[in-house]
């Protein structure tokens, strides 16, 4: 059964930084992009962050860029967020996610598993 | 970017009833497009990948269509587990943009 859990949440002051991670098992880590999607309470999903397999392509989202940083240990089967320089309106639920198709990264076909999520507050 | 615009964004309905909602790309993503359910507390659901194509464990009253910039989902009899919100992303490029969400709630 594939899992995905998240950790390294809580409350944090603005301007400080906070480093997230994520746990997989299941599945072959190494095979699979993975993301970071959060999501405000009550409010939409936000993509955030994406890192390809091999860490060789990533992105973010324009919201985060030059202050977040996602990060992988294949080894350890793990996925981190390390989040700098933090803002209020970064506080949401952060979700780790992965890729439905085995090697994807520049097209994609979904994400089809998501972990149960790590709350950050930012105040 | 692209930009994923659905709608309605509030559907009233009753179990029973055929659903659908609609999700519109501001540019051609050819069929990069997935749709979601999320309940409340809860990790949103993977429904369809590639447009219109069900992930393997759905019900078969889901259903996806379209391509280019126009898609739909759709609910074909809505049960009483299906009340919840359902988003749309695009796959074709990043950023991974979602959709706004449309919930669905019981009349």
Known sequence: EVQLVESGGGLEQPGRSLRLSCAASGFTFDDYAMHWVRQVPGKGLEWVAGLSWNSDSMAYADSVKGRFTISRDNAKNSLY????????????????????????????????AWGQGTMVTVS | DIQLTQSPSFLSASVGDRVTIACRASQDISNYLAWYQQKPGKAPQFLIYAASTLQSGVPSRFSGSGSGTEFTL???????EDFATYYCQQFNSYPRTFGQGTKVESK
């Open chain 1, 81 to 112: 967020l390390h989040m700098n320089s933090l803002r209020a309106e970064d506080t949401a639920l952060y979700y780790c996610a992965k890729e439905r198709t085995f090697g994807s990264w520049t097209e994609g076909y979904g994400f089809d």
């Open chain 2, 74 to 80: 759709t609910i074909s009899s809505l049960q009483p």
